[in-house]
C-alpha cells in the first residue's frame, strides 16, 4: 500500500486543480444566466445534470479518450489530467446551479444599485461579485466536496495506478476488495475530516465577511 | 444647467408578467422642482420612479432627457445625472464611509475628491458619528439616511427617493425636508414617492396620483390634495 500523506495529497491537487478549473467557467456562466432570461431554460439543463452518476461522466470521458474515442489522440486516457477534467465537468451542473440562485439574487439587489449609482454593466457586474463572493466561495466549496468524494470518474478514467493516478476514493475501493478493512477505514476517515474541515473554515470565512 | 424629463405614453411591464404595472404615463419634470407621486399600494409609484431613474426601460412610450432618449444613446452617461434610493436601501459590506464612497469611487473620483464631497454631506445630515460603523448593523432609519447620503454626494441633476420618510424619526424627517428644498432651491429635479399625502403635500410643487398603474389626477400640490379630500 502506498502511504497514506501521497495519496491524501494527490486527491486534494487533483480535486482541487478540477475544483478551480470548473470554477473559472461556472461562474461566469452563472452570471450570464442569471443576467439574461433568455438562457433560463439551460438552468433546469444545468440542475437536472447536478445529480448525475459519476460512472456515467467516467463511461463518457472514457469512450472520448479511449484510443480509438475522438480525443484519444490526446493520450489522456489513466492519467491525472484525465480526472480532472471528468471531475471539472462532473462539478459544472452543481456550481453552476448553485452559483445562479446566488447570482439571481445578487443581481436583482447589488446590480440596481450599481447602476443607480452610475456603474457600468461590467462595474455592476464587479459589485454582484464581491457582495455575493462568500455565497459563491460556498458553491465553489460544494463544488470540490463532490469531486473529492467521487469514485466513478477517478477509477474509469484514472485507472488507480498506484503512485500516479491513485485517489482516496479507489484506494478505499481497492483496499475493501483486498480486505485491507483498517486502511480503507483509515482513508475514510481521513475523507471525512477533509469534508468538514473544509465546510468549518468556509462557515468561518462567510462569519468573518459578514461581520466586516 | 436645469434638466427636463419628459415622460411620453410610457407603459412598463415586468418581464413575465401579463399585466402592465405603469399604463400610459405622459408628464414633464422639470428642475428646480419637486414631485410628489403617490396612489395606493401596487398603484405602480416604485416603477415609475425607476423609469424616471433610467433603471426600467419602458416597454412602450419614451423617456425624454431633455430632447435625447437615454436608452438610444449611452446610458451609463444617463445614469450619472440621476439617483435612485431604494425604500429598503440595500449596504454593501463595509463600514458608513464606505458606503458613502461607493458611487463616486464607480466614477473614478480621487481620495481628496471623496473626502470633500462625504464631509459636506455628512456634516448636513449630522451622519458624522456613523461613518466608521459597520453599514449592515444600521436601524433601518440610519440606513434610508445613508442611503439618501451616498446618493447626493453624487450631485445628481436628478434625484428620486423612494419613500424616504418611511423609517425615519421626526428629527430625521425635519433634517431631511430641510435637505429637498434646499436641492429643490439649487435647482435640482426631486421626485418623492409616499403614501403620505399631507407629507407631499407641505414638500412637492407638483403631485401626481396613481391608480392601477395611470394617472387618475395631477396637478399642482395644493390642487390635488383638495381634490382628493373632496372625493373622500
Redesign the interface.
Same mark, same amino acid.
Given at each position: 500500500m502506498e502511504p497514506i500523506q501521497n495519496i491524501v495529497l494527490r486527491s486534494l491537487t487533483i480535486s482541487g486543480t478540477a475544483t478551480l478549473l470548473a470554477a473559472l467557467w461556472s461562474l461566469p456562466l452563472a452570471y450570464l444566466l442569471a443576467s439574461s =432570461?433568455r438562457f433560463r431554460p439551460l438552468v433546469y439543463f444545468f440542475e437536472a445534470l447536478v445529480g448525475i452518476p459519476t460512472v456515467l461522466v467516467g463511461l463518457l470521458l472514457y469512450l472520448l479518450l479511449s484510443r480509438n474515442g475522438p480525443l484519444g489522440f490526446l493520450e489522456l486516457l489513466y492519467t491525472p489530467q484525465a480526472i480532472i477534467i471528468g471531475e471539472a465537468l462532473l462539478i459544472t451542473p452543481l456550481i453552476t446551479a448553485v452559483s445562479y440562485q446566488v447570482m439571481l439574487t445578487g443581481l436583482s /439587489? /447589488?446590480r440596481?444599485? $450599481?447602476?443607480? +449609482?452610475? $456603474?457600468?454593466?461590467r462595474?455592476a457586474a464587479l +459589485?454582484v461579485f !464581491?457582495?455575493t463572493l462568500p455565497s459563491l466561495i460556498s458553491s465553489v466549496v460544494m463544488g470540490f466536496s463532490r469531486a473529492v468524494g467521487e469514485l466513478g470518474v477517478a477509477l474509469i478514467v484514472g485507472g488507480n495506478i498506484k503512485g500516479y493516478t491513485r485517489t482516496m476514493t479507489t484506494s478505499i475501493a481497492l483496499a475493501t476488495a483486498m480486505g485491507e478493512y483498517e486502511a480503507a477505514v483509515k482513508l475514510g476517515l481521513v475523507l471525512t475530516a477533509i469534508a468538514v474541515g473544509v465546510s468549518l473554515v468556509v462557515r468561518l470565512v462567510r462569519r468573518e465577511? $459578514?461581520?466586516? | 444647467m436645469g434638466i427636463r424629463v419628459d415622460l411620453r405614453g410610457i407603459s412598463y411591464t415586468y418581464?413575465?408578467s401579463k399585466s402592465e404595472a405603469v399604463k400610459n404615463v405622459s408628464v414633464t419634470l422639470r428642475s428646480g422642482m419637486c414631485y410628489g407621486v403617490t396612489g395606493p399600494n401596487g398603484s405602480g409609484k416604485t416603477t415609475l420612479l425607476k423609469i424616471i431613474?433610467l +433603471?426600467y426601460k419602458p416597454t412602450r412610450g419614451h423617456v425624454l432627457y431633455d430632447v435625447s432618449d437615454p436608452w438610444r444613446s449611452d446610458i451609463?452617461s444617463y =445614469? =450619472?445625472r #440621476?439617483? /435612485? #434610493?431604494?425604500e429598503k436601501p +440595500?449596504m #454593501? !459590506?463595509?463600514s458608513v464611509l464606505d458606503n458613502l464612497a461607493?458611487?463616486l469611487r464607480? *466614477?473614478g473620483y480621487n481620495g481628496d475628491q471623496i473626502k470633500e464631497r462625504i464631509e459636506r454631506i455628512v456634516a448636513k445630515l449630522d451622519l458624522s458619528s456613523l461613518l466608521d460603523r459597520?453599514a =449592515?448593523d444600521l436601524s433601518a432609519g440610519q440606513r434610508q439616511l445613508v442611503a439618501i447620503a *451616498? $446618493?447626493l454626494v453624487?450631485d445628481p441633476d436628478v434625484i428620486a427617493l423612494d419613500e424616504p420618510y418611511s423609517n425615519l424619526d421626526f428629527r430625521k424627517r425635519k433634517r431631511l425636508s430641510r435637505v429637498v428644498n434646499e436641492l429643490r432651491g439649487k435647482g435640482k429635479l426631486v421626485v418623492i414617492s409616499s403614501h403620505d399625502i399631507g407629507l407631499l403635500v407641505s414638500l412637492c410643487d407638483y403631485i401626481i396620483y396613481l391608480e392601477d398603474g395611470g394617472i387618475v389626477l395631477e396637478g399642482p400640490a395644493g390642487e390635488v390634495y383638495r381634490e382628493l379630500l373632496s372625493e373622500h
Amino acid at each position: 500500500m502506498e502511504p497514506i500523506q501521497n495519496i491524501v495529497l494527490r486527491s486534494l491537487t487533483i480535486s482541487g486543480t478540477a475544483t478551480l478549473l470548473a470554477a473559472l467557467w461556472s461562474l461566469p456562466l452563472a452570471y450570464l444566466l442569471a443576467s439574461s =432570461r433568455r438562457f433560463r431554460p439551460l438552468v433546469y439543463f444545468f440542475e437536472a445534470l447536478v445529480g448525475i452518476p459519476t460512472v456515467l461522466v467516467g463511461l463518457l470521458l472514457y469512450l472520448l479518450l479511449s484510443r480509438n474515442g475522438p480525443l484519444g489522440f490526446l493520450e489522456l486516457l489513466y492519467t491525472p489530467q484525465a480526472i480532472i477534467i471528468g471531475e471539472a465537468l462532473l462539478i459544472t451542473p452543481l456550481i453552476t446551479a448553485v452559483s445562479y440562485q446566488v447570482m439571481l439574487t445578487g443581481l436583482s /439587489y /447589488y446590480r440596481e444599485l $450599481a447602476l443607480t +449609482l452610475g $456603474a457600468s454593466d461590467r462595474q455592476a457586474a464587479l +459589485l454582484v461579485f !464581491r457582495e455575493t463572493l462568500p455565497s459563491l466561495i460556498s458553491s465553489v466549496v460544494m463544488g470540490f466536496s463532490r469531486a473529492v468524494g467521487e469514485l466513478g470518474v477517478a477509477l474509469i478514467v484514472g485507472g488507480n495506478i498506484k503512485g500516479y493516478t491513485r485517489t482516496m476514493t479507489t484506494s478505499i475501493a481497492l483496499a475493501t476488495a483486498m480486505g485491507e478493512y483498517e486502511a480503507a477505514v483509515k482513508l475514510g476517515l481521513v475523507l471525512t475530516a477533509i469534508a468538514v474541515g473544509v465546510s468549518l473554515v468556509v462557515r468561518l470565512v462567510r462569519r468573518e465577511w $459578514a461581520s466586516e | 444647467m436645469g434638466i427636463r424629463v419628459d415622460l411620453r405614453g410610457i407603459s412598463y411591464t415586468y418581464p413575465g408578467s401579463k399585466s402592465e404595472a405603469v399604463k400610459n404615463v405622459s408628464v414633464t419634470l422639470r428642475s428646480g422642482m419637486c414631485y410628489g407621486v403617490t396612489g395606493p399600494n401596487g398603484s405602480g409609484k416604485t416603477t415609475l420612479l425607476k423609469i424616471i431613474s433610467l +433603471l426600467y426601460k419602458p416597454t412602450r412610450g419614451h423617456v425624454l432627457y431633455d430632447v435625447s432618449d437615454p436608452w438610444r444613446s449611452d446610458i451609463t452617461s444617463y =445614469r =450619472r445625472r #440621476v439617483v /435612485y #434610493v431604494h425604500e429598503k436601501p +440595500l449596504m #454593501v !459590506r463595509g463600514s458608513v464611509l464606505d458606503n458613502l464612497a461607493l458611487g463616486l469611487r464607480i *466614477r473614478g473620483y480621487n481620495g481628496d475628491q471623496i473626502k470633500e464631497r462625504i464631509e459636506r454631506i455628512v456634516a448636513k445630515l449630522d451622519l458624522s458619528s456613523l461613518l466608521d460603523r459597520s453599514a =449592515r448593523d444600521l436601524s433601518a432609519g440610519q440606513r434610508q439616511l445613508v442611503a439618501i447620503a *451616498r $446618493a447626493l454626494v453624487l450631485d445628481p441633476d436628478v434625484i428620486a427617493l423612494d419613500e424616504p420618510y418611511s423609517n425615519l424619526d421626526f428629527r430625521k424627517r425635519k433634517r431631511l425636508s430641510r435637505v429637498v428644498n434646499e436641492l429643490r432651491g439649487k435647482g435640482k429635479l426631486v421626485v418623492i414617492s409616499s403614501h403620505d399625502i399631507g407629507l407631499l403635500v407641505s414638500l412637492c410643487d407638483y403631485i401626481i396620483y396613481l391608480e392601477d398603474g395611470g394617472i387618475v389626477l395631477e396637478g399642482p400640490a395644493g390642487e390635488v390634495y383638495r381634490e382628493l379630500l373632496s372625493e373622500h
